[in-house]
């Protein structure tokens, strides 16, 4: 087949004349083809690479997001942790290491991490690498607070050891036993008095029961009053010595004698409402070195962590009874 021929108007002439291209001009229009057809692929690859996900990489965006929500849920559970762990760290300096007069911890000491620059240095290199590295400081810090805490328990357990004596006479249990108790109708701490109508200090805490429940000593002591104390009612005094003392009030009966030694777990009286009292509950206190402590906190020897836990909230929960 003939080749096209292509013609174009000559306005000097007013003639049609044929095109004759040269060589060079052929060889120019084919490379111009090429570049330009060239350059249309390398755009097109780019906007496929950058703007086009294949399913490889669509499956890694997808493990990253998952692997982000797992380390943001880590991270939680760290602080639901830390919560814990500050509690036993508090009942530890302030309750069972008070108990034995030893030193509490420096919050230096429990707090202390080894530092690793180089070793968090080279996570900030990776992906993700803040929550990476957040929550790795934050496993590590608990890891060393929990050698710690570790450490001073083990400590705890050799002064129980040696203290022997001490440790009988240190209240420690409920005055009430956990079956016969409704509720904790008012906790330790500043509240509207239900009579009296003013903010006053609950120097103790209300524990709810039947008339006539049996109340225990919580400590080996010697008793140092019982009788009629005003706003109490029929109350007993024990001293355990260590510089405790406990007072239960608003009794309907009192069941030892001044100078009576009595030991823990033992029927000293029976539930009440003597005194100033709205309803039948036992008003019970605990103090060291002539300070009111809360005593909720000296319930460890006879509950469970799970009941433990329960009076806590009951606690905190509080009304007022007296």
Same mark, same amino acid.
């Given at each position: 087949m003939a080749k096209k021929k292509k013609f174009y108007f000559n306005p000097e002439t007013l003639n049609y004349e044929q095109i004759d291209y040269s060589f060079a001009y052929r060889l120019k229009r084919f490379f111009l083809h090429i570049m330009t057809g060239l350059f249309s692929g390398i755009i097109f690859f780019f906007a496929f690479v950058y703007l086009v996900d294949s399913p490889r990489e669509r499956q890694l965006m997808q493990a990253n997001r998952t692997m982000l929500a797992q380390y943001q849920l880590l991270d939680r559970r760290l602080s639901d942790f830390? =919560?814990?762990?500050?509690?036993i760290q508090q009942r530890d300096d302030h309750l069972y290491? #008070?108990? *034995?007069? #030893?030193?509490? %911890?420096?919050?230096? !000491?429990?707090?202390?991490?080894?530092?690793? #620059?180089?070793? @968090?240095? $080279? =996570?900030?290199?990776?992906? &993700?690498?803040? /929550?990476?590295?957040?929550?790795?400081?934050? =496993? &590590?810090? /608990?890891?060393?607070?929990? @050698?710690?805490?570790?450490? +001073? =328990?083990n400590e705890i357990v050799e002064l129980m050891r040696v203290n022997e004596t001490r440790l009988a006479h240190i209240p420690a249990i409920m005055p009430i036993s956990s079956r016969y108790l409704t509720r904790v109708s008012s906790g330790f701490g500043y509240r509207i008095h239900p009579i009296f109508g003013v903010r006053r200090m609950h120097t103790g805490i209300d524990l709810t029961a039947p008339t006539g429940t049996p109340v225990l000593a919580t400590g080996d002591g010697i008793v140092s009053r019982a009788g009629w104390e005003s706003g109490y009612g029929n109350t007993i005094r024990i001293d355990h010595g260590f510089n405790y003392v406990t007072l239960y009030g608003h009794l309907s009966q009192i069941k030892v004698q001044?100078?009576?030694? !009595?030991?823990?777990?033992? /029927? %000293?009286?029976?539930?009440? +409402?003597?005194?100033?009292? !709205?309803?039948?509950?036992?008003? @019970?206190?605990?103090? @060291?070195?002539?300070?009111?402590q &809360?005593?909720? &906190? *000296? *319930?460890?020897? $006879?509950?469970?962590p799970e009941e433990f836990d329960f009076i806590m909230q009951m606690s905190a929960n509080a009304g007022a009874m007296e």
């Open positions: 830390q =919560l814990v762990l500050s509690d290491r #008070a108990i *034995f007069q #030893a030193d509490p %911890i420096p919050l230096a !000491v429990r707090r202390s991490v080894t530092p690793n #620059a180089d070793f @968090y240095a $080279d =996570l900030l290199a990776k992906t &993700n690498a803040k /929550i990476v590295v957040s929550t790795t400081q934050r =496993l &590590n810090e /608990i890891r060393r607070q929990l @050698y710690v805490q570790s450490m +001073s =328990l001044v100078g009576q030694r !009595v030991t823990r777990g033992e /029927i %000293i009286g029976l539930v009440g +409402s003597t005194g100033t009292s !709205v309803a039948p509950h036992l008003h @019970y206190e605990v103090i @060291y070195r002539g300070r009111h &809360n005593p909720q &906190n *000296f *319930f460890f020897l $006879d509950l469970t």
